[in-house]
């Protein structure tokens, strides 16, 4: 702004005012402070305008993936609460590897946002109590380990006990269990959903039918190619995440398994068979989140509920209908021509 003043033979102030619309501004001088700014490329600092006048400019939000639809659209509804409080919005793709997550996290705080909504992959947040106490954290998806932050999740145990139970009473005995890693709280929380289901079906858990690491093409290929080769020979699949079934389609092209996955994506119900699934609604969750960070902005003293769970429902379409029971009924082919699961004869549920 001084270097514009200058060149303009104006105050700073004066530049200020032009740059804020203020009325009270002769028509030449705002002609040429503005011929200025613009040969200048002027653009105001946002962090020293937010310590100038003591108002949050701009929400931090970090999320492992941002081409994976569930942690976009958490990430854009972020974005639409921040613009509805007239505030900006900082976005971090902080990847898989958690290791990474602190230094991540740092950087983003650096550009001193007013709160960060935060989808962690580490297992320890501990490291954020520093900044714990100056600005709001809010954890979407899982929970944070080791501090005392708020959180918005959905019932990842109630969402796996219904798609696995989903799955037993179809008549399939023999469920594999396929996701990323237990270190990542959701997964765990699922496989216990899904482990109960089982007992409560009567079910024997074989750890011979849990597959991990199936996030990405390879490794879906790998674990169904064990899977094809497991002696009790599974009829059905329980997919963990909406990333493992994305890769796990093609995997199991010419395959027997009915398959239920947690969490929705983009043309699952356009698949042939569509995709039957545990809902999510990332939406709700970005909201609810950015809206907490607000609210702890606006009203720093007031008392907030830390954990809040949201609910999940399940989603039926035609990848599950099948009963293990009834094979070689109903045969169904994509329209390409690409027949998945044939042997399985998979028919919507009704």
């Known amino acids: 702004m001084r270097e514009v003043a200058q060149l303009a033979q104006v105050s700073v102030k004066t530049v200020s005012r032009v740059f804020n619309n203020d009325p009270h501004v002769l028509p030449e001088t705002r002609t040429r402070v503005e011929t200025v700014l613009r040969e200048l490329h002027y653009v105001p600092n946002t962090v020293a305008t937010t310590f100038r006048r003591g108002r ?4 931090g939000v970090a999320v492992p993936d941002l081409a994976d639809p569930f942690f976009s659209a958490v990430a854009k509804a972020v974005d639409q609460v921040a613009s509805e409080n007239g505030m900006t919005v900082f976005i971090a793709d902080i990847g898989w590897d958690a290791a990474a997550e602190a230094a991540a ?14 989808v962690p992959t580490s297992t320890d947040q501990g490291y954020l109590r520093q900044w714990a106490e100056r600005i709001p954290l ?3 998806d899982r929970c944070p380990v080791d501090l005392d932050a708020d959180s918005f999740t959905e019932n990842d ?12 009473e179809h008549g399939h005995r023999s469920i594999a269990f396929f996701g990323d890693s237990f270190d990542i709280t959701t997964v765990r929380n699922r496989f216990e959903g899904y482990q109960d289901a089982l007992r409560d079906a009567g079910l024997v858990v074989d750890e011979d039918l849990v597959f991990l690491g199936a ?5 879906a290929e790998e674990a169904v190619s064990r899977l094809s080769a497991h002696p009790a020979s599974p009829t059905a699949i329980f997919s963990s995440n909406a990333r493992c079934t994305m890769h796990l389609v093609p995997a199991v092209a010419g395959g027997h398994w ?9 043309m699952a119900n356009m ?16 909201r609810m989140a950015a809206q907490r960070v607000v609210d702890r902005i606006e009203q720093p003293d007031r008392h907030y509920q830390r954990r809040n769970i949201l609910p999940v429902r399940l989603r039926e379409r035609e990848s599950c209908g099948w009963s293990a029971a009834e094979p070689g009924l109903f045969p169904r082919s994509s329209p390409a021509g690409r027949s998945f699961w044939p042997a399985a004869q998979v028919v919507a549920a009704g």
């Open 157 to 168: 145990h109630a969402g796996a006990y219904l798609a696995t139970r989903h799955l037993a």
């Open 105 to 118: 996290l740092e950087a983003l705080i650096s550009r001193q946002p007013g709160g960060l909504v935060i």
């Open 56 to 59: 949050v400019t701009s929400i």
């Open 215 to 219: 996030t990405d093409a390879t490794g």
């Open 271 to 286: 698949l042939s068979p569509g995709i039957t699934v545990i809902d999510q609604d990332p939406v709700a969750l970005g």
């Open 138 to 140: 809010v954890f979407v």
């Open 258 to 266: 009915a398959i239920v996955g947690f969490g929705d994506f983009p």
